[in-house]
């Protein structure tokens, strides 16, 4: 039976057509959690901003500036045009998902866009 699956598994793999992808490069703004208790890594958490205003640069310094007024901040905040900002460490709390937050790796802050070429490469 286990080699019927891998020869099935093979030969998937040998029809399956080529895709194409593009990686990200990641942009550290900061560290916000430094020395911060670990999290139990169970989960990566996707957020999304509902601000359609505010843009990838904007979020971001909104979480290093106001991150203990507003008790809220992610790891990482993707969007405009696929960008990658990271603004804490991962596998450390982060305040963004309420009691989620000591099981989450990393928690991803999606900002909005209308701009459909845009949306494409986020």
Avoid: C
């Avoid at 405009?80 to 990393?106: C, K, M, S, T």
């Amino acid at each position: 039976m286990k080699k019927k699956i891998l020869a099935g598994a093979l030969v998937a793999l040998f029809f399956m057509p080529a895709i194409n992808v593009d990686a990200y490069q990641v942009e550290t703004r900061g560290n916000i959690n430094a020395g911060w208790p670990s999290t139990v890594n169970r989960y990566i958490i996707a957020h999304d901003t509902a601000n359609m205003d505010a843009g990838v640069e904007n979020e971001a310094n909104n979480m290093l500036n106001n991150w203990q007024r507003q008790e809220a901040f992610t790891q990482y905040v993707v969007g405009g045009g696929g960008r990658v900002l990271q603004v804490a460490e991962n596998g450390r709390i982060a305040w963004g998902a309420g009691d989620a937050n000591p099981y989450a790796y990393a928690q991803v802050e999606l900002a909005n866009t209308s701009n459909k070429a845009m949306f494409k490469k986020d």
